[in-house]
């Protein structure tokens, strides 16, 4: 069974949750808000993508941080650190299935590997 990571509120995590379900794949999800992310879970999907790729500098919480915060960042150590701090900067939705994980929503993508 699949694995979705993320926060429920997010347009991006609504769009690929209603993806899985008009495609009738059986998913579980995990609230970064109610549930966190612990290292370990951060540490194996960095054995699948670089640390930089699940840090959201996209978004508005790092756009918030201080600059002098935003230079600290600067292996997976320190970003791990900052997204167990800090969940909405983990770039989502990150679903896990048999090959390994996607992040964010790419229906081209969810057709080749999760159909």
Request: glycine content about 4%; charged content about 30%.
């Given at each position: 069974?699949?694995?979705v990571?993320?926060?429920?509120?997010?347009?991006?995590?609504?769009?690929?949750l209603?993806?899985?379900k008009?495609?009738?794949?059986?998913?579980?999800?995990?609230?970064?808000?109610?549930?966190?992310?612990?290292?370990?879970k951060?540490?194996?999907?960095?054995t699948?993508?670089d640390?930089?790729?699940l840090v959201?500098?996209k978004?508005?919480?790092?756009?918030?941080?201080?600059?002098?915060?935003?230079?600290?960042?600067?292996?997976?150590?320190?970003?791990?650190k900052?997204?167990?701090e800090?969940t909405?900067?983990?770039?989502?939705?990150?679903?896990?299935?048999?090959?390994?994980?996607?992040?964010?929503?790419?229906?081209?993508e969810y057709?080749?590997n999760?159909?």
């Amino acid at each position: 069974m699949l694995h979705v990571y993320g926060i429920k509120n997010c347009n991006t995590v609504k769009k690929a949750l209603t993806w899985l379900k008009d495609n009738n794949v059986p998913f579980e999800f995990h609230d970064f808000k109610k549930e966190g992310v612990s290292e370990n879970k951060l540490k194996e999907w960095e054995t699948h993508v670089d640390w930089e790729a699940l840090v959201n500098k996209k978004g508005t919480t790092w756009k918030k941080l201080s600059q002098e915060t935003q230079n600290q960042v600067v292996d997976s150590v320190s970003a791990n650190k900052l997204l167990q701090e800090n969940t909405s900067m983990i770039k989502r939705p990150i679903v896990e299935y048999n090959k390994g994980i996607i992040l964010g929503f790419n229906e081209a993508e969810y057709v080749t590997n999760l159909k």
